[in-house]
C-alpha cells in the first residue's frame, strides 16, 4: 500500500536542512521555555530557607545547578529514548522520500509502506508519552530541592533550624512546583507531539492498523490539569507568605514579592495556551471537514482528520472520518450506478431506436396496448394499414377507436365486436395465431384482408400487464389465391371432357372389338384407367379448390357402406395384380351410414391407392368395416367430434362405422407422421420410396371425413405397414348385436 507523501512532510519536512530533526526539536522546545522558571525559582528557594549569607548562597546555587544539569540530563536522555520509535519512523519516511530522486520532492506519488510493528511502536511513544514524561519531569521538580535543603546545614552549620512554619513554606513550594511542571510539562509535550501522532494515525489507518496506545478521558485531563492550575499558584503565593512571616523581616521583600508575582502570573498562560492550542486544534480540523460536506456537497479528495489524542477528541475524529469513509464509497457507489444508469440510458435508447427501425420497417403492421385497452405502440406499417396519420396522435387511444370497429368484419361478412377483437382477448389471457379479419373500404376503396396474430404481455408473476398485435396485409395473397383456385376450376373443367372422351372410346372399342389382340386389349385398358386416374386427379382438385374456398359442398344420403366400400376394392383389385385386397365385415349386417357416396369414393380411393402404391413387394391390403360405439371426446384419436352432425341431425350419435385400411408396406418415418394430413406433403419426399403424387389425397381425405362429423387418423411403423382409420356417424342406432 502506497503512501501519501504529503502525510511524510506534514510534520517532519524532510529534505530541508535547516529545519531541526524531530527530537532536537522537541527537546529544544521543553527544556527551552523551562529555562527561563529554572533561574527564577533558585532564588524563591532560597528566600524560604532565610540563608542570607552570600557565600553560603553562593555555594547552594552552584549546588542547585549541579542538580539541575543532572535532572536535566537524565529527563533528555528518557525523553530521546522515549521519542526513538517516532525517530525511527521518521527515518524510513526520509529515506524512502530521497529514493524519488536526487533529494527534489515528490508529492505525486506515495512512498513504500513502513512495517507494520515500526507504526505501532511509533503510535505507542506519540500516545503515551506526553503524560508519563510530564509526571515524571513533575516528580523531579517536586524533588529536585529536598537535597539542596538537607545540604544546607552541611554547608552552614550555625544556620538556624527551619521550624514548622518554614518547613510547611519549603512543603507548599515543592507542591507548587510539582503542580505547575505538570500541566506545562504535558501541554508543551502534548503541542509538540500532537502533529506526529497525527500523521501516525493517518498511517496506521491507511495501513488499516488499530490505533495502540492507553486512551484517557479528556474530562479526567481537564479535572487534573484544571486543579494544578489552582494549586500551583495558590502553593506557590502561600508558601511564599509563611517563608517571610516565619522569622524576623529582612531586606529584599520587594524583590521576592517580584519574583514570586512574576513565575505566578507568567506561568498559567503559558500552560493556557499550550493546552488550548492542544484542543483547539483537533476541533477545527473536525468543524472544517464538515464545513467542506456542507458547502461542497460530496466528499470527494476530503482529507481525514488526524488523531491527536486518545480521548473523546480523538472519538470524534475517528467517527467523523468513518463517516466520511462511507460518505466516499457511497458517493463512489452512486457515480457508479449513475454512469451504469447513464450507460444503460444510452444503451436503451439505442435498441429502442434500433427496435423502432426494425419495426418502422415491417411489412406486417404493430400494436401494442396496455391492459386498459389504450394504445402505446404502433409502427409506420400499422398506420399505413389502417389509414391513419400522426403517430402521436394515435397514442392513448382506444383499441377499438384505432382499428376501426365499425369497418371491421370477419371472413364470412360477419361484425365484429370489441370482445372479438384479437387485442381485446389478448388482454383477456387469450393467444391468437392467423386469424382472418376483412376492413370494409380500405385503400383505394378496396376491401383489406388481415391475418393477425395476438397475446397477452405478462409480468414475471403472469399478470397480464397488456397485449402485442400484429396484423399482415393478405389482400394480394388472396386475390392470388383466388385467380389460382379460379384456374385449377376452369383447367379442371377443361380436362374433364377430353378424359371423357378418351375413356368413352376406349370402353366402346372394349365393347365393340371381342376379336381384338390380347395386346391391344391391354393397351385399351390402360387408356381407361389412366383416364380414371386422371379424372380422379381432377376431381381432387377441384375438391382441394372448392376445400380452399370453403365451397365444398358434402350432399348427404344413406349409403350402405359395405357396398360402397365393396366397389372401390373391386376397383383397386383389378390394377392391383401384386397385391391381395381383401374385404372384411364385422357385423351382422351391413352399415348404413348419411353421407356423400361420391365423397366417400374419393376418400376410399386415395387410402387404397396409398396402399397399394407404398407396398412395393405387394402383399396383403386388409380392408375392413366394423360399428363401435363413438368414443368419448377426450380419448385419442384427437378431432373426436360430431359437432357438423350434431348440428345436421339435432344429437350425435352413439354409434359410428369404422373403416380401417391396412397394408404391409413401407410405412412412414416417425418424424414425418405429425404432418402427414397436411395439404401438398409428401412423407417420402426425396427418399428411395418417393413414387410421386401430388401430397392432397390424405388433407382431401381428413377434410372430407370432419364434413361428416366423422374422425380419422393412423398407425404406422416404418418398414412394417400402415393402417389408416376413418370413422362415420350411423344413419340410425345400431343394435348391441352388431357391435364389435
Known amino acids: 500500500m502506497a503512501i501519501s507523501r504529503a502525510a511524510w512532510a506534514r510534520i517532519w519536512n524532510p529534505g530541508r536542512s535547516r529545519t531541526l530533526s524531530f527530537t532536537p526539536r522537541v527537546v529544544a522546545y521543553a527544556f527551552g521555555i523551562e529555562l527561563p522558571y529554572s533561574l527564577l525559582v533558585p532564588v524563591a528557594h532560597l528566600r524560604l530557607l532565610g540563608v542570607v549569607d552570600s557565600a553560603v548562597q553562593a555555594r547552594l546555587l552552584g549546588l542547585i545547578g549541579l542538580m539541575y544539569l543532572v535532572k536535566t540530563g537524565g529527563l533528555i536522555a528518557l525523553l530521546v529514548h522515549m521519542l526513538r520509535p517516532i525517530e525511527r519512523l521518521r527515518q524510513y519516511a526520509v ?438 386416374r386422371i379424372n380422379r386427379i381432377v376431381d381432387d382438385l377441384l375438391a382441394i379448390s372448392q376445400v380452399t374456398l370453403d365451397v365444398l359442398q358434402v350432399s348427404e344420403e344413406d349409403v350402405d357402406l359395405k357396398e360402397l366400400v365393396q366397389e372401390s376394392v373391386d376397383r383397386v383389385a383389378k390394377s392391383a395384380s401384386r397385391h391381395r385386397v381383401r374385404l372384411s365385415l364385422d357385423a351382422e349386417r351391413p352399415p348404413v351410414v348419411r353421407a356423400d357416396p361420391e365423397r366417400l369414393r374419393q376418400v376410399l380411393a386415395s387410402l387404397l391407392d396409398n396402399a397399394v402404391k407404398y407396398s412395393p413387394d405387394g402383399g396383403d391390403v386388409d380392408v375392413r368395416v366394423a360399428v363401435a360405439e363413438r368414443a368419448p371426446a377426450s380419448s385419442p384419436p384427437s378431432s373426436c367430434d360430431a359437432a357438423l352432425f350434431s348440428q345436421r341431425h339435432g344429437a350425435a350419435p352413439r354409434f359410428e362405422a369404422v373403416v380401417s385400411v391396412r397394408d404391409q408396406g413401407v410405412g412412414i418415418p416417425a418424424h414425418r407422421q405429425e404432418r402427414i394430413f397436411e395439404r401438398f406433403f409428401r412423407a417420402h419426399t426425396d427418399t428411395r420410396h418417393d413414387y410421386g403424387g401430388m401430397g392432397i389425397g390424405l388433407f382431401l381425405a381428413k377434410d372430407m371425413i370432419t364434413r361428416h362429423g366423422g374422425r380419422i387418423w393412423f398407425e404406422s411403423e416404418e418398414d412394417s405397414g400402415s393402417t389408416f382409420y376413418f370413422t362415420l356417424p350411423l344413419s340410425s342406432e345400431a343394435p348391441a348385436a352388431d357391435r364389435r
Open 95 to 532: 529515506a524512502h522520500r530521497l529514493q524519488s530522486g536526487a533529494g527534489v520532492e515528490d508529492t505525486s506519488s506515495g512512498g513504500a509502506a513502513p512495517p507494520e510493528e515500526v507504526v505501532l511502536a511509533a503510535a505507542n511513544a506519540a500516545y503515551d508519552t506526553p503524560l508519563a514524561f510530564a509526571t515524571v519531569w513533575a516528580v523531579s521538580w517536586g524533588l529536585l530541592y529536598l537535597p539542596v535543603t538537607m545540604a544546607l546545614y552541611l554547608i552552614a552549620p550555625d544556620q538556624s533550624p527551619l521550624g514548622v512554619q518554614r518547613g510547611v513554606a519549603l512543603a507548599l513550594f515543592a507542591l507548587a512546583l510539582f503542580a505547575a511542571a505538570l500541566p506545562l510539562a504535558y501541554s508543551i509535550l502534548g503541542r509538540l507531539l500532537a502533529p506526529a501522532a497525527g500523521v501516525i494515525s493517518l498511517i496506521a489507518r491507511e495501513r488499516g492498523l488499530s490505533m495502540p496506545g492507553k486512551g484517557y478521558s479528556l474530562a479526567v485531563r481537564l479535572v487534573i490539569l484544571g486543579a494544578c492550575l489552582a494549586i500551583a499558584p495558590t502553593s506557590w503565593m502561600a508558601a511564599m507568605v509563611l517563608g517571610e512571616t516565619a522569622g524576623p523581616a529582612k531586606p529584599g521583600l520587594k524583590l521576592t514579592l517580584a519574583i514570586f508575582s512574576m513565575v505566578a502570573v507568567t506561568w498559567a498562560p503559558v500552560c493556557a495556551g499550550f493546552l488550548a492550542g492542544a484542543l483547539a486544534g483537533p476541533l477545527q480540523q473536525v468543524a472544517a471537514v464538515i464545513q467542506k460536506i456542507v458547502q461542497r456537497g460530496e466528499v470527494d479528495r476530503l482529507e481525514r482528520i488526524p488523531v491527536y489524542f486518545k480521548d473523546e477528541i480523538g472519538a470524534l475524529a475517528g467517527g467523523v472520518n468513518a463517516m466520511v469513509d462511507r460518505l466516499e464509497e457511497s458517493s463512489r457507489r452512486t457515480r457508479s450506478y449513475l454512469a451504469e444508469r447513464e450507460r444503460l440510458l444510452q444503451d436503451a435508447a439505442q435498441r429502442a431506436a434500433q427496435l423502432g427501425a426494425v419495426l418502422d420497417n415491417l411489412v406486417e403492421g404493430v400494436f401494442a396496448c396496455d391492459r386498459q385497452g389504450r394504445l402505446t405502440m404502433i409502427n409506420a406499417s400499422g398506420l399505413r394499414l389502417l389509414g391513419l396519420s400522426g403517430r402521436s396522435e394515435q397514442a392513448g387511444r382506444m383499441v377499438e377507436e384505432v382499428m376501426d370497429l365499425g369497418r371491421m368484419r370477419h371472413s364470412d361478412g360477419r361484425a365484429f365486436t370489441r370482445d372479438e377483437l384479437p387485442m381485446v382477448r389478448a388482454l383477456a389471457g387469450e393467444t391468437i395465431v392467423q386469424e382472418e379479419q376483412v376492413l370494409a373500404d380500405g385503400r383505394a376503396g378496396r376491401d383489406v384482408f388481415l391475418r393477425t396474430s395476438a397475446a397477452p404481455i405478462r409480468s414475471e408473476g403472469g399478470a397480464v400487464l397488456g397485449a402485442v398485435a400484429v396484423a399482415r396485409d393478405v389482400t394480394e395473397l388472396m386475390e392470388l389465391d383466388l385467380v389460382k383456385d379460379q384456374f385449377i376450376r376452369v383447367g379442371a373443367h377443361e380436362l374433364k371432357t377430353p378424359v371423357a372422351i378418351m375413356k368413352g372410346y376406349a370402353l366402346a372399342l372394349l365393347r365393340n372389338s371381342n376379336d381384338l389382340p390380347a395386346p391391344r386389349r391391354k393397351m385399351l385398358e390402360a387408356i381407361d384407367r389412366g383416364a380414371d
